[in-house]
């Protein structure tokens, strides 16, 4: 897309300030009930016919009726993950982005990451077979953080905040098959809200997702485990080094040929999810909130069975 694309920037947190670093010129405004210095406090201050899309940066409480406002307005939008409300809000929200032609796309900017891609492209090849087990890690040390914010700690904590990353990294990479996943522990170490879960599947490919505020240096790992050969994810660009490793079986049994790639860089992940909404916008398609739905089902089972364990 190479017009100019008109946004609104809408919570002006890390989250917001962010959106604003990477869509540059394309702001119009920026707007926040309780920041100094932006715009306007709230959106309906910010004439209509200045901007044609909104990035929304809130927090989660009031995102379904702010989406279900700006996409009336037919106005396209980014909204930050996770997006939380009832299936009936969600079906109510996708409805109106489809009757008015607008995109209405929930952020997951880990799907923009090197190896991530490197990965998904490696299943869709079949270069290590049939996959028996996944395991991912998602690691980061905001407990203190989300402690002392005013909404973060709450709800299900960090299940909503980085297991909905890693939810939607299994649906990237193996497609939003239909399956249950059950809490294997739950933890409140030092937040009033779960600060380490771990959660898992049965069925193949088997699941197990981990994830944590506990973890002081951040750290992202993955491991798949298939007839053919091995995958191996280790850390983040925004965290780099970054390594992705293959290795192909041998049999009957013996050391693996393997493949291995480092990269060391800044995150590429924004600029390239920015550009990837611009080009949805331009189409006037792309909603992913059927997503969303399976992702908020998923997500709410699982705060539900996280509940039985405090």
Known sequence: ?????????????????????????????????????????????????????????????????LLA??????????????????????????????????????AYNHRFEPHYVRARDALAEGAIGDVYHCRVFYGNGTARLVRDSAWRDQGSGVLHDLGSHLLDTLMFWFGDTPREFRIISSRCFENRAPDHVV????????????MTLLNWRNHFTCDMFGSAGSLHISS?????????????????????PEESITLIQSDPTWVAEYAHFRELCAARKGSNIGRDRRLNYLLGDLARQAGAFQ
């Open 199 to 210: 959660f898992g599947s049965h069925g193949t490919p088997q699941f197990e997702c981990e």
């Open 69 to 106: 406002d700006l996409l009336s307005r037919g106005k396209h939008v980014l909204v930050e993950k996770p997006m939380v409300g009832t299936d009936a809000e969600l079906a109510m929200l996708e409805q109106i982005s489809d009757r008015n032609g607008v995109v209405c796309y929930t």
């Open 236 to 256: 983040l660009c925004k965290w780099g080094p970054t390594t992705f490793t293959l290795r192909r079986r041998v049999l009957p049994s013996g050391r693996p």
């Open 1 to 65: 897309m190479s017009t100019r694309l008109g946004v609104v920037v809408i919570g002006y947190g890390v989250q917001g300030r962010k959106r604003a670093e990477v869509a540059r010129s394309d702001v119009v405004a920026i707007v926040d009930p309780h920041v100094d210095g932006v715009d306007a406090r709230n959106i309906k201050d910010i004439p209509g016919e200045s901007y044609d899309a909104a990035l929304v940066c809130t927090p989660d409480q009031v995102k379904v009726e």
